[in-house]
T-cell receptor, first 113, second 113 residues
Framework: NAGVTQTPKFQVLKTGQSMTLQCAQDMNHNSMYWYRQDPGMGLRLIYYSASEGTTDKGEVPNGYNVSRLNKREFSLRLESAAPSQTSVYFC????????????FGSGTQLSVL | AQTVTQSQPEMSVQEAETVTLSCTYD???????LFWYKQPPSRQMILVIRQEAYKQQNATENRFSVNFQKAAKSFSLKISDSQLGDAAMYFCAHQSGYGKLTFGQGTILTVHP
């Protein structure tokens, strides 16, 4: 039972480079989320997908794009990385209803130099 | 928009003692859920406890319990008989539509032997 799988676990980019963070869940969940975690700021929502075929902006969407490829997969793309995007990124999934817990991946440590 | 505030960046407790972590939130909703998540050094996000706003009774999970004061918008976490394995970052979170979580800034808990 893999749960939520994120790749890669670590990545170093140069300013201006692009990359895609991959996320897949095997729990048949409807909703998926991308968060970033920064010291002193907790986790902040970047984008979410309430169901397959839909995506919406969260609290900090600037500089990111997402794709809900199918029910299992939800990717996050940085088109032109900036040092301010240095962070730990978490993907999560849930059934999507009220009270449903979120299941988190193990995170991606991204450094932009 | 919902906001969640954890005013204690760091807390410490002696093994076997009790500690309380504070959390306040702001929301215009009447029906919502509140969560406490634990993040050990492994970075994995682990659900500790969940509270539905409509339920008067405070949630409990073994050594973990909450003091939910709806009118005051306060949601504190009490850890009894603290163990070394309780050392972690603790996040309070409010859940709104489609399962989205808004997190507080986090509290680092140190447990002294």
């Amino acid at each position: 039972n893999a749960g939520v799988t994120q790749t890669p676990k670590f990545q170093v980019l140069k300013t201006g480079q692009s990359m895609t963070l991959q996320c897949a869940q095997d729990m048949n969940h409807n909703s998926m989320y991308w968060y970033r975690q920064d010291p002193g700021m907790g986790l902040r929502l970047i984008y979410y997908s309430a169901s397959e075929g839909t995506t919406d902006k969260g609290e900090v969407p600037n500089g990111y794009n997402v794709s809900r490829l199918n029910k299992r997969e939800f990717s996050l793309r940085l088109e032109s990385a900036a040092p301010s995007q240095t962070s730990v990124y978490f993907c999560a999934s849930s059934e999507g209803g009220r009270g449903e817990k979120l299941f988190f991946g193990s995170g991606t440590q991204l450094s932009v130099l | 928009a919902q906001t969640v505030t954890q005013s204690q960046p760091e807390m410490s407790v002696q093994e076997a003692e009790t500690v309380t972590l504070s959390c306040t939130y702001d929301t215009s909703e009447s029906d919502y859920y509140l969560f406490w998540y634990k993040q050990p050094p492994s970075r994995q996000m682990i659900l500790v406890i969940r509270q539905e706003a409509y339920k008067q009774q405070n949630a409990t999970e073994n050594r973990f319990s909450v003091n939910f004061q709806k009118a005051a918008k306060s949601f504190s976490l009490k850890i009894s008989d603290s163990q070394l394995g309780d050392a972690a970052m603790y996040f309070c979170a409010h859940q709104s539509g489609y399962g989205k979580l808004t997190f507080g800034q986090g509290t680092i808990l140190t447990v002294h032997p």
